[in-house]
């Protein structure tokens, strides 16, 4: 059975992480700040967005170089920070046209750096960039149908694949670097996928197998790429091992999975074996 380690309390409520190659824990939070803490879980430096009277933050990926980029979401942009929280720059702005953002959601990027960057709010989309914010191309569409999107809210790269928690739809497109649509995660030959309940966030592990937090189920659910559920753990609510409308995930190079266990407004952290 997964081992559950000491939950980390954090007042405001936590929405995305990221692991930086220092194993440092990166979180974004309701409060519009970015907190760091050391693999010890002591908060070692924290900063605030440069506005947050509209809206706070969703997805971030940290650059080889240290680098933070921010999805910031109500302001229609990405936001760049260097590994101390100094701005270094901002790319997109509102609109439906190449490097515009209605709200961009979540970011991951691939071994060259490429950003992909997933948006929601009716223009429902994937934009590709280069690591310093060039626009490069674009994929999917907002709908029900193959290869469409209702919120997509969480992205990691494989092998020259991505993975995309389409939020809405309760399910998981793969789709290739270029825009390829590739199918569902899980398909079974009798149509049926992944048993997911808004799947707000996926994350790879170092075993290869790829991690997804449930917001609606209050669980996480381990799955190998081509689509084989291998562990799940949790329930809704707010004792020990249990999650309240989980928002998002991410896996450090040990196997640790970490978990914003948002309405519960604490991080966890936890193994499954």
Known sequence: PPSLMSPRNLAPTPRSLAVNAGDELIVLDTAGRVVVYNPG???????????????????????????IIVCDTHYH?????????????????????????????????????????????GHDRVQVFS????????????????????????????????????????????????????????????????????????????????YIVEYGNGRITRVTPDGRVTGRFGKTGSRRGEFATPWGLTVDATGQVFVADTKNRRLVALRLE
């Open 41 to 67: 879980g002591q908060v070692v430096r924290q900063w605030h967005m440069l506005d947050v009277s509209v809206g706070k933050p969703e997805g971030l990926t940290v650059l080889n170089d240290g680098r």
């Open 77 to 121: 942009r990405l936001v760049w920070f260097d590994r101390e929280g100094h701005w270094l720059r901002n790319v997109g702005s509102k609109g439906e046209g190449r490097g515009q953002f209605i709200y961009p959601v979540a970011i991951t990027s691939d071994p060259q750096e490429n950003l992909y960057v997933c948006e929601y709010g």
């Open 131 to 210: 690591r310093e914010g060039q626009w490069l191309r674009e994929f999917g569409s907002f709908g029900t149908g193959d290869g469409q999107f209702q919120r997509p809210s969480g992205i990691v790269w494989r092998e020259g694949l991505l993975y995309i928690a389409d939020a809405i739809n309760n399910r998981v497109l793969i789709y290739t670097e270029q825009g390829e649509y590739r199918g569902l995660l899980g398909m079974e030959a009798d149509g049926r996928t992944l048993d997911l309940h808004l799947p707000y966030d996926i994350a790879l592990g170092p075993d290869h197998q790829l």
